[in-house]
């Protein structure tokens, strides 16, 4: 009798166990049930917003529900980027966005919204691009040393046009300014074309811009490019020297501009391991590869684990770069 009971007890138990573990596939199953949204915190129209938009119809078609782009713009991107921070983590909302969101924001806002450090969960990066320094055509210089020994000889005189206070360019002839000894002139702008306008205009010296943008305006004539951050060179300009093989080794010299994918804290891993995998299989495809190239950009397509370490690594790079730029958090 006892011997029975037990049997019984554990034919019921391995039932009631399946029965949950079919439950919850068939919930993970489920998934999507939904258009899925993706913020992108910049306008419509630029090159973040368009490799967003290629990728995330790609990402659609292959999941059968539609993954949509959402532009929420305003305060370094912090507007779109709280918006997930504050979503549910269900696997239908998500933040994809660069680097200046998930950190250069933490040290330019005096209250940010979120803790980019503890309020999401990071995904996958998607592409990657260097920004290239460019030089003014008319100028009589020709290589990134010509012009630091200009400038060094005429302090404040070279002007730049950065894509904002505190923004990755800014950092990046912050960190010049510092290996070289020569003084720079900062002109913040809002936004890269706005600086490369000026620069075409000759309102301003030295400027950057992607890869693909910088490389048409070579082939003009109407500017001299210089350098490349980065660790690698850039595919569209192979013949271009990084910062590095220039004789500058900064720590921020070896970053690059990135596209990543996050979504709030607490996703389930399940969830996030389902979206990677999209994203991934999207960013291999010969279509998809080819217009984030043309675009400038290299694709990536990292793991979560590989996504977290590249922002914890760079994370107090950036931080400590604007703050010994002596940027006032607004």
């Known amino acids: 009798m006892h011997t029975n009971f037990l049997r019984r007890r554990l034919v019921a138990l391995c039932a009631g166990m399946s029965l949950l573990c079919t439950s919850a596939l068939q919930a993970q199953g489920a998934w999507p049930a939904k258009p899925i949204r993706w913020i992108v915190p910049y306008p419509a129209g630029g090159p973040l917003d368009a490799i967003a938009r290629k990728v995330a119809d790609t990402v659609g078609s292959q999941i059968g529900q539609p993954v949509v782009i959402e532009n929420?713009?305003?305060?370094?991107?912090?507007?779109?980027?709280s918006e997930v921070a504050r979503s549910k983590a269900d696997g239908y909302t998500f933040l994809l966005s660069s680097t200046?969101?998930?950190i250069n924001a933490m040290a330019l806002l005096k209250a940010p919204p979120y803790d980019a450090?503890?309020?999401?969960?990071?995904?996958?990066q998607i592409a990657e691009s260097g920004a290239v320094l460019m030089l003014r055509g008319d100028a009589p210089e020709a290589t990134l040393s010509q012009v630091v020994v200009y400038?060094?000889?005429?302090?404040?005189k070279v002007s730049y046009g950065s894509w904002?206070?505190?923004?990755y360019t800014h950092l990046v002839m912050e960190g010049l300014t510092r290996q070289s000894g020569a003084e720079f002139l900062h002109v913040p702008y809002r936004g890269a074309m706005s600086a490369i306008q000026d620069l075409v205009g000759k309102q301003v010296t030295l400027t950057f811009a992607p890869a693909n943008v910088a490389s048409q305006f070579a082939q003009k004539g109407a500017v001299k490019l210089l350098a490349v951050s980065g660790e690698k060179r850039s595919p569209v300009l192979p013949t271009l020297p990084t910062f590095q093989e220039a004789g500058y080794d900064a720590p921020i010299f070896r970053t690059r501009i990135w596209l990543g994918l996050a979504?709030?804290?607490g996703l389930p891993q399940a969830l996030g391991d389902s979206m990677v995998k999209e994203v991934q299989a999207a960013l291999v495809k010969p279509e998809v590869a080819k217009f984030i190239a043309d675009a400038g950009f290299s694709a990536i397509?990292?793991?979560?684990?590989?996504?977290?370490?590249?922002?914890?690594?760079?994370?107090?790079?950036?931080?400590k770069m604007i703050q010994d730029a002596g940027v006032i958090a607004q």
């Open 72 to 81: 929420r713009t305003g305060a370094y991107g912090t507007l779109g980027a």
């Open 263 to 265: 979504a709030p804290a």
């Open 301 to 319: 397509g990292n793991t979560s684990a590989e996504f977290r370490n590249s922002f914890d690594m760079e994370y107090p790079i950036v931080i």
């Open 117 to 124: 450090r503890k309020d999401f969960t990071y995904l996958t």
């Open 151 to 156: 400038a060094k000889a005429n302090p404040g």
């Open 100 to 102: 200046d969101t998930f």
């Open 164 to 167: 904002g206070t505190g923004s």
